[in-house]
């Protein structure tokens, strides 16, 4: 393989991925990484971030992986459908950028994102 | 003290693997009663995921949780299994060789020759807020269900949630309250429009009030409230005067009273010998979601599996004298007639 074969295989193996950053309730900080494409759900449970539980494995019926989005990242994580909003109904302390984590899915754009659980997932 | 209700085997959990146990018990010539928790079949694919498409069901590209159910209760039709619905079984207690006697919350008992826990995540409970200091008011002034509506009879109510069970409650509550005020985060809801309008026009006449906020302090003394504290969106607190509150923020999974039965734990979860799928306890198997072995895997098919070969050794305890040959649905004439197609 050349040596710009391996480059590009490399930069795009990279480009793959987006860096995601969990912040806990008590103020711990996880840098992680996740595919473009998978979920900050499917990340958190990926890298054992605490303070998500996902009960229904990312069906949308559970509201039990709740983020707060940094407030930096709301506007380009964007708003809730309506189903997911309806869903938050069941999730406690609820703010206006909270979001399922399941409902979140990692694009080029989110790469650096940071996001905050809370301290309970309501179960 | 009532007669117990005798059966072959008490499956505790009506989900996708306790019904497929059904099946797979019957073609044993072993007859089964299920209780769970909900008040209708499918567990999980029930109550989670009803309109969720299933894809990696062997041979069905594509089913619903609803669709999946469905398809099982037919599938179980010709071994006739009797259902105990919105009923936990609370206690398992091994009264013979073995022989099990077996209590729900509702004071049912039943007696059988082998017990099947496929209680998946466990018990479907109500959830709890995360308001400090709830506990010592819950089953005094704060309720996950009402029970019986007179208990509320000329009370000051606060009901929080925005779907039908905080709907339906308000409305049917409303008239024999002293005050009734409906709390829920946004001024959008998801229950069904016309009890939503019933309740928007009980409010414009003044029969009762709506906040949109989140609770967050509770007042009173030994359990009984007093008062509760909303946080608006904008921030604002309002303090409402109370005397009960019906909190309704869905279900969740808890393990519940299995881990009091005796039975060896593993982080909640019960260890099986993946030969029979039987606990530490003879006589008692786990199958499906509520087991572990090395190599578990959390699948509705693996469950299905984990049923076949649990009623090969649940025959042993129901039948001992009998001796158990192996048959294909396909060619046994035996099996088919069991299934009401010979």
């Known amino acids: 393989m050349s040596d710009v074969q391996e480059l590009s295989r490399a930069s795009q193996s990279k480009t793959k991925m987006a860096k995601v950053t969990f912040v806990e309730h008590d103020g711990t900080r996880h840098e992680v990484e996740g595919e473009l494409g998978s979920t900050v759900m499917e990340t958190a449970l990926r890298n054992a971030i605490g303070g998500i539980v996902a009960e229904c494995g990312g ?19 964007g708003k809730p459908s309506a189903e997911e909003e ?12 909270s979001r399922l984590s399941c409902q979140v899915k990692l694009t080029q754009e989110l790469d650096g994102l940071v996001v905050h659980t809370p301290s309970y997932q309501g179960r | ?51 969720k498409p299933i894809y990696d069901i062997p041979g069905i590209p594509l089913v619903t949780g609803h669709g999946l159910t469905e398809a099982l209760m037919e599938q179980i039709k010709p071994f006739g299994p009797t259902f105990h619905l919105g009923e ?54 704060v309720h996950y269900a009402v029970r019986k509506m007179d208990a509320f009879r000329d009370k ?12 339906d409650w308000t409305l049917n509550l409303q008239p024999i309250a002293k005050r009734l005020t409906l709390v829920h985060r946004r001024d959008d809801f998801r229950g069904a429009p016309d009890s939503v309008n019933k309740m928007r026009a ?55 009273p299995v881990a009091e039965w005796g039975l060896k734990m593993d982080d909640e979860l019960i260890p099986v010998d993946t030969s029979t799928f039987e606990t530490n306890i003879p006589g008692i198997f786990a199958i499906g979601d509520i087991n572990t ?50």
């Open chain 2, 88 to 141: 936990m079984v609370s206690k398992v207690e091994n009264v013979g060789d073995p022989l099990f006697r077996v209590t729900t919350d509702q004071g049912k008992v039943f007696e059988a020759k082998a017990v099947v826990i496929a209680a998946g995540g466990g018990s479907f409970q109500p959830k709890r807020p995360p308001i400090n200091g709830i506990e010592p008011y819950e089953n005094k002034s």
């Open chain 1, 86 to 97: 309806d869903m938050l109904d069941f999730a406690f302390e609820v703010k206006p950028t």
């Open chain 2, 202 to 256: 009980l409010v414009a006449s003044g029969g009762m009030d709506l906040k949109i906020g989140q609770v967050t302090l509770l007042e009173g003394d030994n359990g009984q409230l007093t008062a509760a504290s909303v946080k608006g969106n904008d921030g604002s607190i309002t303090r409402i005067e109370c005397d009960a509150l019906l909190p309704f923020f869905g279900l969740t999974m808890k393990l519940g």
């Open chain 2, 293 to 342: 072995y090395p190599g578990k895997l959390k699948l509705i098919l693996s469950g299905f599996h984990e049923a076949a070969l649990m009623s090969q050794k649940a025959h042993h305890y129901v039948h001992p004298d009998k001796r158990l040959v192996f048959q294909y649905t396909t060619s046994s004439t035996s099996l088919q007639k069991k299934l009401g197609v010979a």
């Open chain 2, 1 to 51: 003290m009532t007669e117990p209700i005798k059966t072959d085997v008490l499956i505790i959990g009506a989900g996708p693997v306790g019904l497929f146990a059904v099946f797979e018990l019957g073609l044993l010539d072993i007859k089964a009663h299920l209780v769970d928790i909900l008040d209708k079949v499918g567990g999980q694919c029930a109550e989670l995921y009803p309109e």
């Open chain 1, 59 to 77: 069906a949308c019926t559970c509201a039990t992986c709740l983020v707060h989005v940094d407030d930096a990242w709301a506007a380009k994580v």
């Open chain 2, 156 to 167: 000051r109510l606060l009901i929080v949630g925005g779907g039908d069970s905080a709907l």
